[in-house]
């Protein structure tokens, strides 16, 4: 299994008048023979007010053979996030 894409879109604009939240795209492969299930860790690291920090999803995948799926856990953050200084890391454990 094997993340082949990944992405994320911002759930508000800068002006910080929205919800503040991050929507990861991801999108995994399943390139072996057999129905595989791993966890998807989604991790994204922000700049704040009050210095860096870290909020992570985890996410049960389990694929067939062959199949692709793309999966879009969402992150909340706190008001003060800025969204320009986002720095998203994926893996599966």
């Known amino acids: 299994m094997q993340i082949i894409s990944r992405d994320y879109a911002a759930g508000r604009n800068e002006s910080g008048k929205d919800n503040v939240n991050v929507t990861f795209i991801i ?7 057999l129905n595989e299930s791993k966890t998807l ?3 994204i690291s922000f700049e704040t007010n ?6 992570e999803n985890k996410t049960l995948v389990s694929l067939a053979p062959g199949d692709t799926r793309t999966y879009r856990p969402v992150i909340d953050l706190p008001n003060d996030a800025k969204s320009v200084s986002w720095t998203l890391n994926t893996e599966l454990e």
């Open 27 to 33: 999108t995994i492969k399943n390139f072996g023979t």
């Open 41 to 43: 860790v989604c991790s």
């Open 50 to 55: 009050s210095g860096i920090m870290t909020y």
